[in-house]
């Protein structure tokens, strides 16, 4: 068997090979759902805000579907959203996007997963991107979610869980990351 | 619902997130343990991006700068195969490329390293395997740069690479180096790798058999994704 090529830091320039072009922008007019902005700081140990850090999400559609070969559910693909987007951070060191809700979609066995959108955190200083989820607040299905469930310490799971809020009529979920000290975001070895 | 999850990550392979040594990564990863997570669809799915159209040139780094002009510096030709644990190619995979100039200078604002930037040159590329998992790509060999992580910090001449691999769990940014290069051995990013055998997996090979007469040299290098698990997986009701 060979072995995994090791992981590295994107290091401070990752700029120029991978946030060039503006990718964060998940839905256009005819994407189906219901329209959301994600957003957030990345902070440090220290608790201060990293501006060279970069997100990348995964998601399914409004329905529930991944656009995957592997999701062989028999719900409707969404052709004009691939649920994938990468954000490196504005002046004010804001990641976002702008994307819909995702539909649940089951986990192992025979549970349902509550609405999450996968997350992927890369920035100078990190060796290694770490894994996490970002969970809706607003989410019956949360309470049974297995994930958040194997959480179970209770400020912990609250790590994985954006806040709902509003601004100029729009719907925007705020999800800050703290990479390590208090408060440190819940990350998965997956 | 069955699903075929992949292998786990080979911490044995990778870095740890804090590394002393390398002194950004000590405030910047988890030190809480991870939680394990079964994978599900949200996992063994993930971006392909296989279809995706590169514009012409995206391969070629010495030319793209839309300048007309070749960038300066040595040019090299970079192969290699993308292949996951159980040595299957791993096709149409997208490869982001990024690196230093021939001096030693980034073209980005926060490089303030007093070198000199080369108009005709960017630094990015891109590129996707083929059915064999090969990929090509040519470039000029980046030039070692200065640091401030302790005195004197140089980082050996170094180029990224991004990948996404065919699931959500493959995803993989790493660097490779170049043989012979006396930094290595001091750089503690290199060093961060925690087995030797893991570091000499950062190394490209001089590959004469690449190697363009009167125009190029060749080097070689291989990536190795998580492979994916033999039986499909039922997790506990």
Same mark, same amino acid.
């Given at each position: 068997?060979?072995?995994?090529?090791?992981?590295?830091?994107?290091?401070?320039?990752?700029?120029?090979?991978?946030?060039?072009?503006?990718?964060?922008?998940?839905?256009?007019?005819?994407?189906?759902? %219901?329209? !959301?902005?994600?957003?957030?700081?990345?902070?440090? *140990? =220290?608790?201060?805000?990293? /501006?060279? #850090?970069? +997100?990348?999400?995964?998601?399914?559609?409004?329905?529930?579907?991944?656009?995957?070969?592997?999701?062989?559910?028999?719900?409707?693909?969404?052709?004009?959203?691939?649920?994938?987007?990468?954000?490196?951070?504005?002046?004010?060191?804001?990641?976002?996007? %702008?994307? !819909?809700?995702?539909?649940?979609?089951?986990?192992? *066995? =025979?549970?349902?997963?509550? /609405?999450? #959108?996968? +997350?992927?955190?890369?920035?100078?200083?990190?060796?290694?991107?770490?894994?996490?989820?970002?969970?809706?607040?607003?989410?019956?299905?949360?309470?049974?979610?297995?994930?958040?469930?194997?959480?179970?310490?209770?400020?912990?799971?609250?790590?994985?869980?954006?806040?709902?809020?509003?601004?100029?009529?729009?719907?925007?979920?705020?999800?800050?990351?703290?990479?390590?000290?208090?408060?440190?975001?819940?990350?998965?070895?997956? | 619902?069955?699903?075929?999850?992949?292998?786990?990550?080979?911490?044995?392979?990778?870095?740890?997130?804090?590394?002393?040594?390398?002194?950004?990564?000590?405030?910047?990863?988890?030190?809480?343990?991870?939680?394990?997570?079964?994978?599900?669809?949200?996992?063994?799915?993930?971006?392909?991006?296989?279809?995706?159209?590169?514009?012409?040139?995206?391969?070629?780094?010495?030319?793209?700068?839309?300048?007309?002009?070749?960038?300066?510096?040595?040019?090299?030709?970079?192969?290699?195969?993308?292949?996951?644990?159980?040595?299957?190619?791993?096709?149409?995979?997208?490869?982001?490329?990024?690196?230093?100039?021939?001096?030693?200078?980034?073209?980005?604002?926060?490089?303030?390293?007093?070198?000199?930037?080369?108009?005709?040159?960017?630094?990015?590329?891109?590129?996707?395997?083929?059915?064999?998992?090969?990929?090509?790509?040519?470039?000029?060999?980046?030039?070692?740069?200065?640091?401030?992580?302790?005195?004197?910090?140089?980082?050996?001449?170094?180029?990224?690479?991004?990948?996404?691999?065919?699931?959500?769990?493959?995803?993989?940014?790493?660097?490779?180096?170049?043989?012979?290069?006396?930094?290595?051995?001091?750089?503690?990013?290199?060093?961060?790798?925690?087995?030797?055998?893991?570091?000499?997996?950062?190394?490209?090979?001089?590959?004469?058999?690449?190697?363009?007469?009167?125009?190029?040299?060749?080097?070689?290098?291989?990536?190795?994704?998580?492979?994916?698990?033999?039986?499909?997986?039922?997790?506990?009701?």
């Amino acid at each position: 068997m060979r072995k995994q090529t090791p992981s590295q830091t994107v290091g401070p320039f990752y700029a120029i090979g991978l946030t060039r072009q503006p990718m964060n922008v998940m839905a256009v007019d005819a994407t189906q759902g %219901e329209r !959301i902005r994600i957003e957030g700081k990345v902070f440090d *140990g =220290d608790g201060v805000a990293i /501006p060279d #850090v970069m +997100v990348e999400i995964w998601q399914a559609n409004s329905h529930g579907r991944y656009n995957h070969p592997d999701d062989k559910q028999e719900k409707p693909l969404d052709p004009t959203f691939t649920g994938w987007g990468r954000s490196g951070t504005d002046e004010t060191y804001f990641y976002s996007f %702008e994307t !819909i809700k995702p539909g649940p979609v089951p986990g192992s *066995g =025979d549970s349902a997963q509550a /609405p999450h #959108v996968n +997350v992927v955190v890369f920035a100078r200083g990190m060796l290694v991107h770490a894994y996490t989820r970002i969970y809706f607040d607003d989410e019956k299905l949360n309470d049974s979610d297995p994930v958040l469930r194997s959480v179970k310490n209770k400020a912990r799971r609250s790590t994985l869980i954006a806040q709902h809020g509003e601004r100029d009529g729009k719907t925007v979920y705020r999800f800050d990351i703290r990479l390590q000290g208090e408060g440190e975001t819940v990350f998965f070895d997956m | 619902m069955k699903i075929q999850t992949y292998n786990p990550r080979d911490w044995r392979s990778h870095p740890p997130y804090s590394f002393k040594a390398y002194g950004s990564s000590v405030k910047r990863g988890p030190l809480k343990k991870l939680v394990p997570l079964e994978q599900t669809l949200s996992e063994i799915t993930g971006p392909l991006f296989g279809d995706i159209q590169l514009a012409p040139g995206e391969t070629d780094l010495t030319r793209n700068a839309d300048t007309g002009k070749e960038a300066m510096g040595e040019r090299i030709i970079v192969v290699g195969r993308v292949l996951d644990e159980d040595d299957k190619p791993v096709a149409n995979t997208l490869i982001e490329i990024w690196q230093a100039n021939a001096a030693g200078r980034y073209h980005h604002p926060v490089d303030q390293h007093n070198a000199p930037l080369d108009p005709n040159f960017i630094g990015a590329g891109r590129c996707v395997t083929n059915d064999k998992g090969e990929y090509r790509y040519l470039t000029i060999k980046p030039g070692a740069y200065p640091w401030l992580n302790h005195a004197n910090a140089w980082r050996p001449a170094h180029i990224h690479l991004s990948l996404f691999g065919p699931s959500f769990v493959t995803r993989l940014v790493t660097q490779f180096f170049f043989p012979g290069d006396p930094l290595i051995p001091l750089d503690p990013i290199f060093n961060s790798v925690p087995t030797k055998s893991g570091r000499e997996r950062l190394m490209a090979a001089y590959a004469h058999d690449v190697t363009e007469p009167e125009f190029a040299l060749g080097y070689r290098f291989d990536i190795v994704l998580r492979g994916r698990r033999a039986t499909p997986f039922e997790g506990p009701r």
